[in-house]
């Protein structure tokens, strides 16, 4: 069960970032799994999982600008 909500959460990161980004969502998928924070959803100590989605992708685009 936690997969499946942790898979709709990604998806709604995704399609927030494309839609913010003005950007499709393919290559939204790019940007979010090359992401921090992708990692840290994936790792339980993080708990980023806990934090809101719209959240997230402002870390992802801070993330972006600092690159």
Do not use: P
Request: proline share 0%.
């Amino acid at each position: 069960m936690r997969e499946n909500v942790l898979w709709r959460k990604q998806s709604s990161i995704v399609m927030i970032l494309a839609d913010v980004l003005g950007i499709d969502t393919e290559k939204a998928l790019d940007i979010f799994y090359s992401s921090n924070a992708y990692l840290q959803l994936s790792d339980d100590r993080y708990r980023l999982n806990l934090m809101s989605d719209k959240y997230i992708v402002e870390d992802i685009i801070k993330e972006i600008e600092n690159k």
